[in-house]
């Protein structure tokens, strides 16, 4: 199980650079998944985590980290959170705070 965490993060951070994914404005800290949300609707999902908020430091309290329709490669975003909610490994997302409850997801990184 170990090994097809490592290849999922291996895959979604080739992917991203070899598809010129820009690095975004903030970090947040390595955090459990709690819960995923997935809009059956649209193109979005969230990801909310254990500890409280997500801890990044323009929105330390935001409870959801979303991924939208604009990121390309967001199924395999969704793929590395839910492999890492089932494995119980830590995330740890890239993005921008859009207010205090919503931090904004282009690049996950699995395990610390």
Not at 4 to 13: D, E, F, K, L, N
Not at 14 to 25: K, L, R, T
Not at 78 to 106: P, S, W
């Amino acid at each position: 199980m170990k090994y097809t965490i490592m290849a999922i993060a291996a895959i979604v951070a080739v992917h991203g650079i070899a598809s010129g994914a820009a690095i975004a404005d903030e970090t947040t800290p390595y955090r459990t998944v709690r819960m995923v949300q997935i809009n059956g609707t649209g193109q979005e999902f969230y990801f909310r985590a254990t500890e409280g908020g997500w801890g990044a430091p323009s929105c330390p309290n935001a409870i959801y980290v979303y991924v939208t329709s604009d990121v390309v490669d967001r199924k395999l975003v969704l793929a590395a959170g839910m492999t890492a909610k089932a494995m119980g490994t830590r995330v740890q997302f890239i993005g921008n705070c859009l207010d205090q409850n919503y931090f904004k997801a282009t690049y996950v990184i699995l395990g610390d």
